[in-house]
């Protein structure tokens, strides 16, 4: 393994390289998360879990291995399937609590032989089901009148569903990039526009699960444009989820004086 910001080699012979080892933050059991991800096509093809040996046998074979929570053992990926992954990079993440496994998969990645784990999990953003509805009152000062600003299917989870990715999800792969707004309006403004490229999370929270969505779109960038009211810090806080996974950037209007290192601030006047 060798540091893309120097020169320096890494010794994983006989034990992970103690200088790797010093930047991990293991759990309780000392594990890492570990995303694997198609390395031309970016697509997140399953998350999985590694100690320090797992990790040494990654970088000195070439070929992904885990360590099972449930059977409590080490297991190669591909060795009963034939579902090989072949690794082409690997990256810690800020934190060194997440490992990033770019690869070359062979077949199925889940093993319920779709080709991802999301997949199998359910695309429900892609089948065109209907969640449910979501509506605003146009009423001015509607809490004086006993009458709720916001009108929400009852059941409906708004932290699984990105509002304009069923419709805009084709063009959004073909752009290569989606933008990330908290309202629905917003959406719908850049679609009467002939840019069909946006998606609204319905709120100023992003959920992890917000998060595999876009990440299962296969995009190779991510914009951030939520309402001028949203403070700078929250906005911060939904790059860096992005950040090491794929390119980030964030909008505003006005030009922040300063913004965390690594990442773009594209400035909307």
């Not at 993440?93 to 070359?104: E, N, P, S, T």
């Not at 089901?129 to 916001?150: D, H, P, Q, V, W």
Request: hydrophobic fraction near 35%; aromatic fraction near 10%; glycine fraction near 8%.
């Amino acid at each position: 393994m060798t540091d893309t910001q120097s020169t320096i080699d890494y010794d994983n012979t006989d034990e992970l390289d103690p200088r790797i080892a010093a930047r991990l933050k293991r759990d309780a059991r000392g594990l890492v998360a570990a995303v694997i991800q198609q390395y031309d096509t970016h697509e997140v093809l399953m998350v999985g879990y590694m100690n320090d040996e797992a990790l040494r046998r990654t970088l000195t074979t070439g070929r992904v291995t885990f360590w099972s929570r449930s059977r409590q053992e080490y297991w190669r990926k591909g060795d009963t399937s034939g579902h090989v992954q072949y690794v082409k990079s690997l990256a810690l993440d800020c934190d060194g609590d997440a490992i990033l496994v770019q690869v070359d998969q062979v077949g199925a990645a889940c093993h319920t032989g779709k080709r991802s784990c999301f997949e199998e999990g359910g695309q429900y953003w892609l089948d065109g089901t209907l969640m449910g509805y979501n509506a605003r009152s146009s009423i001015e000062n509607c809490s004086e009148f006993g009458i709720s600003k916001y009108f929400i299917t009852p059941g409906m989870r708004k932290e699984i569903n990105i509002y304009g990715l069923w419709e805009n999800y084709k063009d959004i792969q073909k752009a290569g990039y989606i933008v990330i707004f908290e309202a629905e309006k917003s959406v719908l403004k850049r679609d009467s526009r002939m840019d069909p490229t946006g998606g609204a999370i319905e709120g100023h929270v992003l959920s992890d699960e917000q998060v595999r969505i876009i990440l299962g779109t296969g995009v190779e960038e991510v914009i951030i444009a939520m309402d001028n009211d949203v403070p700078i810090e929250e906005v911060w806080n939904m790059c860096e989820k992005f950040y090491g996974l794929r390119k980030v950037s964030y909008i505003r209007d006005e030009m922040e004086t300063a913004w965390p290192k690594g990442l773009t601030c594209r400035c909307a006047k």
